[in-house]
């Protein structure tokens, strides 16, 4: 079976720092992958991660640890245009379709 | 370069109709996939084209849902006949190359009442 758990919601402050985590169980695992959607609009890539550490890019960081299955998504200098919902996403090995946790309502407020 | 597009973006149908979504992936890619998302529930996979044909379509959820692919460029979803567990938000996915990140439509948001 395949289990993705992360926060249902955050809020945080403008220029703020915030860490939304994403755990999982996976029958297997061939890489983690963090979306952003707006409502209503379409969930758009922000990072992959597939070997354990950070990867970063501008203003937000992913980090994974296989052995813990975790993962976590940094995001800094909130703006308010990072209200959205964050979506956790795991590949399993030999299949390309993605497993989607129920994703974070991030609520930045000034 | 436009993304992948879907219509229509809102459908609201009477339970035992039909209903058909489409997807237009991005030019060129080889690569399609369709998932939905049920109110307070997580995205989950329907199915997987590569060009035209099925590479996996183990998400479907029963015979009332008919995906197909012709020619390898859109793809149309079918619901026939609609039920009111079918409502829900239909997304559309491309990539290029098998394994790549997946590039998403806004979704068809359908009501079934």
């Known amino acids: 079976g395949q289990n993705i758990d992360q926060p249902t919601e955050m809020t945080a402050t403008e220029g703020a720092i915030v860490q939304i985590n994403c755990t999982y169980q996976?029958?297997?695992?061939?890489?983690l992958f963090w979306y952003q959607q707006h409502a209503g609009e379409a969930p758009t890539f922000l990072s992959y991660n597939v070997l354990d550490g950070l990867e970063e890019k501008g203003r937000f960081s992913s980090f994974l640890s296989r052995s813990k299955g975790y993962s976590y998504l940094l995001l800094k200098e909130l703006q308010m245009k990072d209200s959205a919902s964050y979506l956790c996403?795991?590949?399993?090995?030999?299949?390309?379709?993605?497993?989607f946790g129920k994703g974070t309502r991030l609520s930045v407020i000034a | 370069e436009a993304g992948v597009t879907q219509f229509p973006s809102h459908s609201v149908i009477e339970k035992g109709q039909t209903v058909t979504l489409r997807c237009d992936p991005i030019?060129?890619?080889?690569?399609l996939y369709w998932y939905r998302r049920v109110m307070g529930k997580e995205i989950k996979f329907l199915l997987h084209?590569?060009?035209?044909?099925?590479?996996?379509e183990s998400g479907m959820p029963n015979n009332r849902f008919l995906a197909e692919r012709t020619g390898g460029t859109y793809s149309t979803l079918k619901v026939q006949p609609a039920e009111l567990e079918d409502s829900g938000v239909y997304f559309c996915?491309?990539?290029?190359?098998?394994?790549?990140?997946?590039?998403f439509g806004p979704g068809t948001r359908l009501t079934v009442t």
């Open positions: 996403a795991v590949r399993d090995p030999g299949n390309t379709p993605l497993v």
């Open positions: 996915a491309s990539t290029l190359r098998t394994g790549d990140e997946q590039y």
């Open positions: 084209f590569v060009k035209e044909s099925k590479q996996d």
């Open positions: 030019s060129g890619h080889d690569n």
């Open positions: 996976t029958s297997g695992f061939n890489g």
